[in-house]
T-cell receptor, first 116, second 112 residues
Framework: NAGVMQNPRHLVRRRGQEARLRCSPM?????VYWYRQLPEEGLKFMVY????????ESGMPKERFSAEFPKEGPSILRIQQVVRGDSAAYFC??????????????FGEGSWLTVV | DAKTTQPNSMESNEEEPVHLPCNHS???????IHWYRQLPSQGPEYVIH???SNVNNRMASLAIAEDRKSSTLILHRATLRDAAVYYC?????????????FGKGTLLTVNP
């Protein structure tokens, strides 16, 4: 019973490099979400995607961050020209429905990005 | 969005029951009460959710006050693996209810 799969679990990047985080949702789930947890802070919503569509990116920083969920393959969160402040845990989550009664969202184990 | 209030931390002994409280005095009629927990270096894990009636599953029980302004997550026999931060979150039925608002939660320490 595979849950939400994220990789890599840990990623180290130098300032200015690109980071790519991948997420495969749970089987039967077509709604994907990305959250970020900065050190000593709570999780914050970043973006909501369905296949080939960005539904809500209101939590995404305006620059350097992008997300996609192609027709085939995992969802990708891409951070260009990383800076130290991007160091955080990035969690992907998925659900069967996008909303509705008692919608339950399941999280992956996270990808820890460290920018040196 | 309706807010929740939880104690910052609680402590329990192994194999004893734990009652984790949550106040949500501004809850609306269509808000579901969800509980998640986050173990160290892991993602949030869904625990249980309910609307009005008490709920039980293999992980825990959820007791919801009659006026729905508070709820209690009950771990019947705490184990060391239950040590985590527990989040009480209100999820609106409909609309942008995928934007979960994680507060500080309650840090549960379980003593052997």
């Amino acid at each position: 019973n595979a849950g939400v799969m994220q990789n890599p679990r840990h990623l180290v990047r130098r300032r200015g490099q690109e980071a790519r985080l991948r997420c495969s949702p749970m089987k039967g789930h077509s709604h994907v979400y990305w959250y970020r947890q900065l050190p000593e802070e709570g999780l914050k919503f970043m973006v909501y995607l369905q296949k080939e569509n960005i539904i809500d990116e209101s939590g995404m920083p305006k620059e350097r961050f992008s997300a996609e969920f192609p027709k085939e393959g995992p969802s990708i969160l891409r951070i260009q020209q990383v800076v130290r402040g991007d160091s955080a845990a990035y969690f992907c989550a998925s659900s069967r429905q996008g909303s509705g009664s008692g919608n339950t969202i399941y999280f992956g184990e996270g990808s820890w990005l460290t920018v040196v | 969005d309706a807010k929740t209030t939880q104690p910052n931390s609680m402590e329990s002994n192994e194999e004893e029951p734990v009652h984790l409280p949550c106040n949500h005095s501004t809850i609306s009629g269509t808000d579901y009460i969800h509980w998640y927990r986050q173990l160290p270096s892991q993602g949030p894990e869904y625990v249980i959710h309910g609307l009005t009636s008490n709920v039980n599953n293999r992980m825990a029980s959820l007791a919801i006050a009659e006026d729905r302004k508070s709820s209690t997550l009950i771990l019947h026999r705490a184990t060391l693996r239950d040590a985590a931060v527990y989040y009480c979150i209100l999820i609106h039925s409909g609309g942008s209810n995928y934007k979960l608002t994680f507060g500080k939660g309650t840090l549960l320490t379980v003593n052997p």
